[in-house]
Each structure stands twice: as structure tokens, then as C-alpha cells.
């Protein structure tokens, strides 16, 4: 049997405090309905009674018996928009009403009724409403029997009419209850779950008439009966649970993608209703769980154990919902779950939730004697902000996720800064892909900032920088260029084009004697696979160009992404002869991991260490510290941001070798490179004084 939980009851037994008025006054015209249905009936009741046969009276007893009995056993469909569950007694109380008449019918329904309330937990206004229900379909019912069978010979067709003006009063009524109390969507309501109930009740119904001819005849072989009904029960059912089964996770039972559509869709109609009157409570909110480690799992201890865990996830998120009714928990597939947090009047109440899932998952999950360590990155999109139907939730929701699982703090809310694929940064990356496919480079282009030796002022090196003059939108900062291609394949393409310029340039130089070694940034996507070694190789020997002559720059954060694979592909790169550079030293993570495990040949100090070190005597400290370690290692050391003399001559008594940024020169056009080396006098550091201490 499916039936709802039990707190699924409790949850319907409850109406929310700014419907009760509403509610209240839709019962009482229920019941009212129900009594100018049914009076006539009852005030003839004496008589009915007094010209029943004993045949007949037999037959009453037998039905109400089968109906009460019946309804102990009630069906339920699942879902929290079905508009009744299916109460097996109706085939009685219906024939009751076809021969006895209205009030007969209409009591033996109470009884049953009763019954089903106390089996299903029921608070007392649901019982009598749902009795006030019955009676005004018994009563409209009647109504259609006696008018259409005025009209029509043939038997049957009256009680068909009758059995669908039962349908229509008692499923209408129902479903107006349930869009007056929970301010569901109404159509949708309406016709979800109509077809599962018109055939499990139109079967119901229209076993009454063969009852009924049973009852005229011998009443006694009413019992046969049984096993028929057990039959529509069956496919009651059956019909229940392939429904379920639609929208559940088979593995851990919790709600799947296609109830998670339902759920958000639903909600998005409810919250913007209580947006009209000023609802506080007005918002939603999607949150996105990814678990961390989980592949590992699976890749070490096998599917079944991962499987294991999944479960104990689901479990533990839905204790953190628990006491929030409405809230729902889901599985999208894989280690991804997903919780709807309704009734929300600000964003911190969203966060407070994932603070609550984030503790949820700290304790480790036993499994056969094992800890299991879990935990997962949240993300957050908030209805109305970040979207008002389920697509753009969805997606906002899983771009914050993946903001979080890459910043590794947890938990992350929707910010179009986290959004590498809204419609302007996909259409930024197609004209990017356009440039690149421009022999003429669409407006690309590379600057070039010149690498001054501090101790001989000799220009010994140059650092290549894109620059991207956009048709219609101008100049694009380099960040944004590179944030949007940096996710795609565009980015190996970019690559490809800035190697391929500076190379052919290093080329021109040598040729008018100017000789330089050029650093070009690469990123983790460039640094995944091998490809990039044969990609520098061809082309070295295809401008003639010593591989010495070239530097890739590589940030500590590429390290991170895939340390084994990278450090293989910079290995590779060593060997051909190609300089390894590491940027933004100092602001990544394990650092000092890193400079004993890379084939470097030279770190670059982050601009913001540099840049503080006139001011701060700890930047001073940490500058002073990176230069005698990877001086140690044998090690090049380059200060980014150089931008006054006063850093310029710190770093020259901190022993750094080679410095770049505004006080020596703005970034170059390669037209410019050529003059600007010849005719270039950087300043010597011979007779210079200090008025700032190097230590702290």
C-alpha cells in the first residue's frame, strides 16, 4: 500500500495562519452546500427505513460493513498536490444512494469516514469537512439521477451521469481546499493528478450498479464482492506507486530531478502570490550540494559503498529540513543533491541553512567499521534575484556551487561575478573565437613590459601581455578575456595565438639584434596534456628561435587544478630548453612545496608584496624572505609592480635580481621594443640612501 507519511499528514493537517480566515469560510459553504443537499432526505428518513424489506435491510448492513471495513485500508496517492486518496467505501455508499437514497448513503459515509480518519491521524476539521465533501457529491449525484432519469429509459445512463457528478463534486471540492490552503498553482493542481484519480474512482463507482443489482436479488452474495474491490485496490495501487516511482530517486528515496522541476516550478507560482499582498516571507531559495572526495570513494572502496554513503547523505540532509515544513530534499543524480528552502524573507536565512548542511556533513560517515570523511560546496540562487523559474535557478544555483567547490570556502550565493557563462560572456567568447580566427587578429594584439636587471640596468628580459580592441565594445581588460576563455577550449586557442606572435617577434628582434628572452602566462587548461611541448617546439625551430629565448609563466592556482599532470607537462618543457616561471609567488598555496618539486628558473614576487613594502615592514620581511630562499635554490628572482623608486631601491638591498613595472617603462607596442631597448638608460643603483629600514 502507498500511502503518505506521517508527516505528510501532520503538514495537511495544519493551515497557515494567514489562510485560516479564507479556509474557514470555504468549509462553512461546504457543509451548508452539504446540508441544503441532504435535509429533504433526512427529514424523510423515518419513512425510508419503514419500507425497507428484510431483504433489503440485509443488504444495508452487509454494504455499511463493507464500507467501513473497507476504508481502514485506504489508498493514498503520493505527491503533495493529489486532491483526495481513494477510499474504497464510495462503491458502497453510491449504491447505498442509488437504492436507499441520500440520507442512508450519506451516513454510512460518516461512519467510514470516521474509520479512515482515525487509521490515517486526521485532526477533527478534516474529518468533518471530508464528510460534508461526500455529502454534497451524494447529494449532487442525486440530484442528476432523478433529472437525467426523467429524460432516459435505459437505466444505465443516469447512473453514469450521477456517477460523474459524484466525481466532479468531490474532486472540486478537494482541489479548492487545497489552492485556498496552500496557494498552489490551480490548474496544474487541478489536472496533475486527474487522470490516476478518475480511474481509480471511475472504477470504484461503477462497480456500484453490479452492487446494486446483487443486493436486489441476494444480498447475501454481497461477499463475493471482496475479491473484485481487493482487484481495484490493487491497480489503485499499482497506479500509486509507478507515480511515486516517477519521482523519486530509486537509491535513496528522496525526491529526483523531475519532482525537484515540480517542487521549484510550484513554488516560484506560490511566492510570487504572496508577493502581492506584501508577504514577507515572499522568497525561495535553490541550494546546490556537491560532495567533495566522493570519486574517491567509489574508485577505492567500489560502487556499493559509495552507494552507502549517498544514503547517509540524503538521511542527514533531510534532518537538517526537518523542522521546516514544505522544505524539500532531492537527489539530481550521482554525488549532487538539492534543497527547496521556502517561505525565506532574506538571504542569510539561506545561508544559515547551508551553515546547517556544512555541520550536517562534518561528523564522518561509518560505514563497516570505517570513517568516511564527507563534505560538499553549496551554492545558492534566491528566487526572485537570481532567477523566477526553474532553468535560471538551476543554473545560477550550480554556477555559485562551482564558485565555492573553487575557492574552497563552503558555500557561495549567486553573483553574476561568478557567472563565466551569462549571455555577454558567451557572446564575448564567440567574438573572441572569431578574432582569433582572423588572420588580421580581430583586434587582438600583445604588449610587451620590459625586465630590468637592478644591479646592471641591462634589459634582460620581457614580459608579453594581451590586449584586445573589441569592434563594438572597445577595450577589454585582459581579466575579463582570459575569465571567459579560461573554461572553454577558446583558451588553448588564445595560447596557441600568443606563442605564436611572440615567438615570430622574438624572431624579428633577433634579426635587427636585439636579443631578449620572452615570458608568456599559459593556463591550467594549456597545461594538461602534452600538446603544448610539441605546440613550442614546432614552432621554435619554424622562426629559428633558441628555446632559452622563451618563459612560460604559471600561477600556483594552475598547480592546484591537476599537480600531476602539470608538473609532467613543465617537465617535459624543462628538457626542451623552455625557462618556467612562478607568478604571483607568495599568494598561492604550498608554496615552498612547489619550489622544491618544479623545474623552475625563475619566481616572481606578487605586485602586492612589492607595492607594500614602503609602508609595511612585514611586506619588507616576506619580500626579503622569497628572495633569499629562491636565492638558495639558485633561483632568479623577479619584482613585479615596481612603480617608484623607493620599492626599486628596497629590492635592490633585499638582493632581487631583476625588476619590472612603471618606473621603468609603460608596456610596449613591439614596434617600440626595438628603440626603446637601444635608446634605454635605466637608472644604477650606485650612491643610493635609504630612509626606510629593510627589516622590520
Same mark, same amino acid.
Given at each position: 500500500?502507498?500511502?503518505? #507519511?506521517?508527516?505528510q499528514?501532520?503538514?495537511?493537517?495544519?493551515?497557515?495562519?494567514?489562510?485560516?480566515?479564507?479556509?474557514?469560510? /470555504?468549509?462553512a459553504?461546504?457543509?451548508?452546500?452539504?446540508?441544503?443537499?441532504t435535509?429533504?432526505?433526512?427529514?424523510?428518513?423515518?419513512?425510508?427505513?419503514a419500507?425497507?424489506?428484510? #431483504?433489503?435491510?440485509?443488504?444495508?448492513?452487509?454494504?455499511?460493513a463493507l464500507?467501513?471495513?473497507s476504508?481502514?485500508?485506504?489508498?493514498?496517492?503520493?505527491?503533495?498536490?493529489?486532491?483526495?486518496?481513494?477510499?474504497?467505501?464510495?462503491?458502497?455508499?453510491f449504491?447505498?444512494?442509488?437504492?436507499?437514497?441520500?440520507?442512508?448513503?450519506?451516513?454510512?459515509?460518516?461512519?467510514?469516514?470516521?474509520?479512515?480518519?482515525w487509521?490515517?491521524?486526521?485532526?477533527?476539521?478534516r474529518?468533518?469537512?471530508?464528510?460534508?465533501?461526500?455529502?454534497?457529491? =451524494?447529494?449532487?449525484?442525486?440530484?442528476?439521477?432523478?433529472?437525467?432519469?426523467?429524460?432516459? #429509459?435505459?437505466?444505465?445512463?443516469?447512473?453514469?451521469?450521477?456517477?460523474?457528478?459524484?466525481?466532479?463534486?468531490?474532486?472540486?471540492?478537494?482541489?479548492?481546499?487545497?489552492? =485556498?490552503?496552500?496557494?498552489?498553482?490551480?490548474?496544474?493542481?487541478?489536472?496533475?493528478?486527474l487522470?490516476?484519480?478518475?480511474? @481509480?474512482?471511475?472504477?470504484?463507482?461503477?462497480?456500484? %450498479?453490479?452492487?446494486?443489482?446483487?443486493?436486489?436479488?441476494?444480498?447475501?452474495f454481497?461477499?463475493?464482492?471482496?475479491? %473484485?474491490l481487493?482487484?481495484?485496490?490493487?491497480?489503485?495501487i499499482?497506479?500509486?506507486?509507478?507515480?511515486?516511482?516517477?519521482?523519486?530517486?530509486p537509491l535513496?528515496?528522496?525526491?529526483?530531478?523531475?519532482?525537484? =522541476?515540480?517542487?521549484?516550478?510550484?513554488?516560484?507560482?506560490a511566492?510570487a502570490?504572496?508577493?502581492?499582498?506584501?508577504?514577507?516571507?515572499?522568497?525561495?531559495?535553490?541550494?546546490?550540494? $556537491?560532495?567533495?572526495?566522493?570519486?574517491?570513494?567509489?574508485?577505492a572502496?567500489?560502487?556499493?559503498?559509495?552507494?552507502?554513503?549517498?544514503?547517509?547523505? !540524503?538521511?542527514?540532509?533531510?534532518?537538517?529540513?526537518? !523542522?521546516?515544513?514544505?522544505?524539500?530534499?532531492?537527489?539530481?543524480?550521482?554525488?549532487?543533491?538539492?534543497?527547496?528552502?521556502k517561505?525565506?524573507d532574506?538571504?542569510?536565512q539561506?545561508?544559515?541553512?547551508?551553515?546547517?548542511?556544512?555541520?550536517?556533513l562534518?561528523?564522518?560517515?561509518?560505514?563497516?567499521?570505517? %570513517?568516511?570523511?564527507?563534505?560538499g560546496?553549496?551554492?545558492?540562487?534566491?528566487?526572485?534575484?537570481h532567477?523566477? $523559474?526553474?532553468a535560471?535557478?538551476?543554473?545560477?544555483?550550480?554556477?555559485?556551487? /562551482?564558485?565555492?567547490?573553487?575557492?574552497?570556502?563552503?558555500?557561495?550565493?549567486?553573483s553574476?561575478?561568478?557567472?563565466?557563462?551569462?549571455?555577454h560572456?558567451l557572446?564575448?567568447l564567440?567574438d573572441?573565437?572569431?578574432?582569433?580566427?582572423?588572420?588580421?587578429?580581430?583586434?587582438?594584439?600583445l604588449? /610587451?613590459?620590459?625586465q630590468?636587471?637592478?644591479?646592471?640596468?641591462?634589459?634582460?628580459?620581457?614580459?608579453?601581455?594581451?590586449?584586445w580592441?573589441?569592434?563594438?565594445?572597445? +577595450?577589454i581588460?585582459?581579466?575579463?578575456?582570459?575569465?571567459v576563455?579560461?573554461?572553454?577550449?577558446?583558451?588553448?586557442?588564445? @595560447?596557441?595565438?600568443?606563442?605564436?606572435?611572440?615567438?615570430?617577434r622574438?624572431?624579428?628582434?633577433?634579426?635587427?639584434?636585439?636579443?631578449?628572452?620572452?615570458?608568456?602566462?599559459?593556463?591550467v587548461?594549456?597545461?594538461?596534456?602534452?600538446?603544448?611541448?610539441?605546440?613550442? +617546439?614546432a614552432?621554435?625551430?619554424?622562426?629559428?628561435?633558441?628555446?632559452?629565448?622563451?618563459?612560460? +609563466?604559471?600561477t600556483?592556482?594552475?598547480?592546484?587544478a591537476?599537480?600531476?599532470?602539470?608538473?609532467?607537462?613543465?617537465?617535459?618543457l624543462?628538457?626542451?630548453?623552455?625557462? =618556467?616561471?612562478?607568478?604571483?609567488?607568495?599568494?598561492?598555496?604550498?608554496?615552498?612545496?612547489?619550489?622544491?618539486?618544479?623545474?623552475? @628558473?625563475?619566481?616572481?614576487?606578487?605586485? #602586492?608584496?612589492?607595492q607594500?613594502?614602503?609602508?609595511?615592514?612585514?611586506?619588507r620581511?616576506?619580500?626579503?624572505?622569497?628572495?633569499?630562499?629562491?636565492?638558495?635554490?639558485g633561483?632568479?628572482?623577479?619584482?613585479?609592480?615596481?612603480?617608484?623608486?623607493?620599492?626599486?631601491?628596497?629590492?635592490?638591498?633585499?638582493?632581487?635580481?631583476?625588476a619590472?613595472?612603471w618606473? /621603468?617603462?609603460?608596456?610596449?607596442?613591439?614596434?617600440q621594443?626595438?628603440?626603446?631597448?637601444?635608446a634605454?638608460?635605466?637608472?644604477?643603483?650606485?650612491g643610493?640612501?635609504?630612509?626606510?629600514?629593510?627589516? %622590520?
Open positions: 500500500m502507498v500511502a503518505t #507519511s506521517f508527516a499528514q501532520m503538514l495537511r493537517n495544519r493551515v497557515p495562519a494567514t489562510r485560516r480566515r479564507a479556509f474557514g469560510f /470555504y468549509v459553504c461546504v457543509m451548508l452546500l452539504a446540508t441544503i443537499l435535509i429533504d432526505d433526512f427529514l424523510a428518513l423515518p419513512e425510508t427505513l419500507a425497507l424489506s428484510s #431483504s433489503m435491510r440485509l443488504g444495508l448492513c452487509i454494504m455499511a464500507a467501513v471495513a476504508d481502514a485500508f485506504p489508498v493514498t496517492l503520493p505527491g503533495k498536490w493529489n486532491t483526495a486518496a481513494i477510499f474504497p467505501s464510495i462503491t458502497f455508499t449504491c447505498i444512494m442509488l437504492l436507499y437514497g441520500v440520507a442512508l448513503a450519506v451516513i454510512v459515509q460518516t461512519l467510514a469516514v470516521a474509520m479512515s480518519s487509521r490515517m491521524r486526521h485532526a477533527l476539521w474529518a468533518c469537512f471530508n464528510v460534508a465533501q461526500y455529502s454534497v457529491a =451524494i447529494g449532487l449525484a442525486h440530484l442528476v439521477l432523478d433529472a437525467v432519469g426523467d429524460h432516459v #429509459s435505459l437505466r444505465l445512463v443516469p447512473i453514469l451521469c450521477a456517477a460523474g457528478g459524484w466525481f466532479f463534486a468531490k474532486y472540486m471540492t478537494t482541489a479548492l481546499a487545497i489552492w =485556498i490552503k496552500d496557494g498552489v498553482p490551480f490548474w496544474p493542481m487541478v489536472l496533475g493528478p487522470p490516476a484519480e478518475a480511474l @481509480t474512482t471511475g472504477a470504484l463507482l461503477m462497480l456500484a %450498479p453490479a452492487t446494486m443489482m446483487q443486493v436486489q436479488r441476494r444480498p447475501e454481497l461477499l463475493v464482492l471482496i475479491l %473484485p481487493a482487484a481495484v485496490r490493487k491497480l489503485a499499482m497506479t500509486a506507486q509507478q507515480r511515486h516511482l516517477a519521482s523519486v530517486d535513496t528515496g528522496l525526491a529526483n530531478r523531475k519532482a525537484l =522541476i515540480t517542487e521549484v516550478t510550484a513554488a516560484a507560482a511566492h502570490q504572496r508577493a502581492v499582498p506584501g508577504d514577507r516571507e515572499r522568497g525561495f531559495a535553490l541550494l546546490l550540494l $556537491d560532495l567533495d572526495r566522493f570519486k574517491r570513494v567509489n574508485d572502496l567500489g560502487h556499493e559503498v559509495g552507494d552507502r554513503l549517498l544514503i547517509a547523505v !540524503g538521511d542527514r540532509l533531510e534532518g537538517t529540513v526537518r !523542522g521546516r515544513p514544505g522544505d524539500v530534499v532531492a537527489r539530481l543524480g550521482g554525488d549532487e543533491f538539492a534543497i527547496v528552502a517561505r525565506l532574506s538571504s542569510s539561506a545561508r544559515a541553512l547551508a551553515k546547517r548542511i556544512e555541520e550536517a562534518i561528523a564522518p560517515v561509518v560505514l563497516d567499521g570505517l %570513517p568516511l570523511d564527507v563534505g560546496s553549496i551554492g545558492i540562487a534566491l528566487y526572485p534575484e532567477g523566477t $523559474d526553474f535560471t535557478l538551476f543554473r545560477h544555483a550550480d554556477v555559485a556551487m /562551482y564558485a565555492a567547490k573553487h575557492r574552497g570556502i563552503g558555500t557561495a550565493v549567486y553574476p561575478d561568478h557567472d563565466h557563462n551569462s549571455p560572456s557572446t564575448l564567440g573572441l573565437r572569431t578574432a582569433l580566427a582572423d588572420p588580421g587578429g580581430g583586434g587582438l594584439s604588449e /610587451y613590459q620590459p630590468i636587471q637592478i644591479s646592471t640596468g641591462k634589459v634582460v628580459g620581457i614580459e608579453a601581455l594581451l590586449r580592441e573589441h569592434p563594438y565594445n572597445g +577595450e581588460c585582459p581579466d575579463d578575456v582570459i575569465r576563455a579560461e573554461s572553454s577550449p577558446v583558451m588553448r586557442l588564445l @595560447t596557441g595565438w600568443v606563442l605564436c606572435q611572440a615567438v615570430e622574438l624572431a624579428r628582434w633577433a634579426a635587427d639584434g636585439v636579443q631578449l628572452r620572452v615570458s608568456v602566462n599559459v593556463s587548461r594549456d597545461l594538461h596534456n602534452s600538446e603544448i611541448v610539441d605546440e613550442i +617546439e614552432l621554435l625551430k619554424r622562426f629559428g628561435v633558441p628555446a632559452d629565448r622563451l618563459q612560460l +609563466e604559471i600556483e592556482s594552475a598547480l592546484m591537476d599537480p600531476h599532470r602539470v608538473v609532467a607537462t613543465l617537465t617535459n624543462h628538457r626542451l630548453g623552455v625557462g =618556467i616561471a612562478l607568478d604571483d609567488f607568495g599568494t598561492g598555496y604550498s608554496s615552498l612545496q612547489h619550489l622544491r618539486r618544479l623545474p623552475l @628558473t625563475e619566481v616572481k614576487i606578487d605586485r #602586492s608584496f612589492v607594500a613594502m614602503s609602508a609595511d615592514a612585514d611586506a620581511a616576506i619580500v626579503r624572505s622569497i628572495i633569499e630562499l629562491a636565492g638558495a635554490l633561483l632568479r628572482v623577479v619584482a613585479e609592480g615596481v612603480e617608484d623608486d623607493h620599492a626599486w631601491r628596497l629590492l635592490h638591498l633585499a638582493g632581487c635580481d631583476v619590472q613595472g618606473f /621603468y617603462a609603460k608596456p610596449l607596442t613591439a614596434a621594443v626595438p628603440q626603446w631597448v637601444a634605454a638608460e635605466p637608472p644604477l643603483p650606485a643610493m640612501r635609504l630612509s626606510v629600514p629593510l627589516s %622590520p
